[in-house]
């Protein structure tokens, strides 16, 4: 199992280089986190731009058009998939909706690489309740009725992106007084830091 846990992949790209199965790998690209934003949703772009940037081939997949067996096909064919950032709420939710987070799990068990921008780094974790702090995930929770926050449960540990970024600080000290209600291990990582897993172990690399 390998996974590749960003909390800015355009920050970090040529830290995935040495990681990648092959050269001109196949990356499913999917940017449904971001589906909820209006505005200009750069992130995905500057994901998509580092990508290329280090020779990978993007196929485009919007989960909101797939069946369980079009998403099966496509990681027959792929050797990398890549969540951006946006939403984890709205993004695990989705996975769930259309009974994909089986085909996810067993494609990253099976031999395929994982990685992940912010909210695609963070829905691995077996529990996403700490998400709930986020004050742009409150309006959705409300709106979706939200009552169940588990995530893709290939790791124990919760990443918490972003952590120099000044932008998440209100969202981070919220998250704090959530702690005491959880017994997840936390892991907080800066937009030049990477979480990297292979199999039971992680380590956290830097630019």
Not at 18 to 40: E, H, M, Q, S, W
Not at 173 to 201: A, C, G, H
């Amino acid at each position: 199992m390998k996974l590749f846990l960003a909390s800015s992949l355009d920050k970090t790209a040529s830290l995935l280089k040495p990681f990648l199965p092959k050269t001109n790998c196949r990356v499913a690209f999917i940017a449904n986190a971001a589906d909820i934003y209006k505005g200009d949703n750069w992130w995905i772009e500057a994901d998509r731009k580092a990508l290329k940037e280090i020779c990978c081939e993007i196929v485009d997949v919007d989960l909101r058009q797939m069946t369980e067996e079009g998403f099966s096909e496509i990681l027959k064919n792929v050797d990398v998939v890549h969540f951006c950032g946006g939403s984890v709420l709205y993004l695990i939710g989705l996975i769930k909706e259309k009974k994909l987070k089986d085909l996810i799990v067993d494609f990253v068990k099976n031999g395929g690489l994982y990685t992940g921008t912010s909210a695609g780094s963070m829905i691995v974790s077996a529990d996403l309740m700490l998400s709930t702090a986020d004050p742009e995930e409150k309006d959705y929770i409300e709106t979706a009725n939200i009552k169940e926050y588990s995530g893709l449960g290939l790791v124990d540990f919760l990443i918490i992106p972003h952590c120099n970024n000044p932008e998440f600080v209100a969202g981070n000290k919220d998250l704090v007084e959530l702690m005491p209600k959880t017994n997840r291990p936390l892991v907080w990582i800066y937009d030049n830091q990477v979480v990297v897993v292979e199999d039971k172990s992680f380590q956290i690399i830097n630019t």
